[in-house]
């Protein structure tokens, strides 16, 4: 495969499910800070800008309003939703010979359906939009796309992001314990909150929470399930021919990361959940370097903030 294909295709992934997985920690959020009144506004906003990588004036006072601007319809902002979903059309656009066509008229027609502002009321039916479209696309490349290289490079994309907006996610909790959302809120912002009930049988306590999204092996949305697809990814790009040992840089930062989430205590990981998340988001940003420069090392990775001129 082409370089410039299988790059594309690994970028389409991750941008499509950072569209899906901002729009998921937005809703929780934003929703939250709607309806609790005792909640200081700037101080949550600046603090779930800095999970996500942005940085605003310390001088500026944040609103609800300043965060839905920034991160989901800015389309100059590289961490917001309108440019994670213009992003993977254009790179749709760079590999459309391989690209079906189905998949490239959703990502087409959700680009052009794009709006530039969000009415106050409808900021949850957005939300809801985003993620409705994120699923088709992602549906249609698993439900008709041959399970060959393309197919491994555009989950291998996915399921880094995936792991890196679940950190996020779960880091936003840690915030502080007045402004961060539930454990039920977090549950139901990634889908898990029947799956989880299924599965404890109990209502959500922060060691059964964190450890099903940190942990399970059967949900989509773990952490520990998102690294183990990507690892079974690079394997099935380019199976392993070490004697000894692990010779790919990326699968060796998978392997590392897995071994010390699956093998510390859960409640170790509770007692400093945000280092453990800050190492879950290192450890895939290193891992998608490494990936570059194996199979695309004539381009420059595609930056959550905008560079400095």
């Known amino acids: 495969m082409l370089s410039r ?53 310390p001088a500026q006072a944040l609103t609800r309003s ?72 992602v549906g249609i490349v698993e439900s008709a796309t041959s399970r060959d290289e393309a197919y491994a490079f555009f989950t291998l994309g996915r399921s880094l992001e995936r792991a890196d907006m679940t950190a996020r996610l779960l880091a936003t909790r840690s915030l502080t314990e007045a402004s961060g959302p539930s454990w039920t809120t977090i549950l139901r912002s990634v889908g898990a909150y029947e799956a989880y009930l299924r599965t404890y049988r109990g209502v959500p306590s922060a060691k059964n929470a964190a450890e099903f999204l940190l942990l399970d092996r059967l949900f989509p949305r773990s952490i520990l399930f998102a690294v183990t697809r990507a690892e079974q990814c690079l394997r099935d790009i380019e199976p392993r021919s070490d004697r000894a040992g692990i010779g790919d840089q990326a699968l060796r930062q998978l392997g590392q990361i897995r071994s010390e989430l699956e093998y510390r205590p859960i409640g170790d990981i509770l007692d400093d959940l945000q280092r453990h998340m800050d190492a879950v988001q290192t450890a895939t940003s290193a891992t998608s370097e490494a990936v570059r420069q194996r199979y695309f090392p004539t381009n420059a990775a595609p930056s959550w903030v905008a560079e400095k001129s």
């Open 5 to 57: 294909i299988a790059e594309s295709l690994f970028w389409i992934g991750r941008y499509v499910e950072r569209a899906d997985g901002t729009a998921r920690i937005l809703d929780v959020h934003l929703q939250l800070l709607l309806e609790d009144p005792w909640i200081d506004e700037d101080t949550a906003c600046r603090s779930l800008l800095s999970v996500m990588g942005s940085e605003v004036d």
């Open 66 to 137: 300043d965060v839905l601007g920034l991160l989901a319809v800015d389309r100059a902002h590289p961490a917001s939703i309108a440019y994670s979903l213009g992003a993977a059309r254009e790179n749709a656009r760079r590999a459309r010979e391989v690209v079906s066509t189905e998949l490239w008229e959703v990502l087409n027609t959700t680009r052009a359906r794009m709006p530039r502002k969000v009415a106050p009321e409808k900021v949850h039916e957005f939300f809801g939009w985003v993620r409705e479209r994120s699923a088709l696309a």
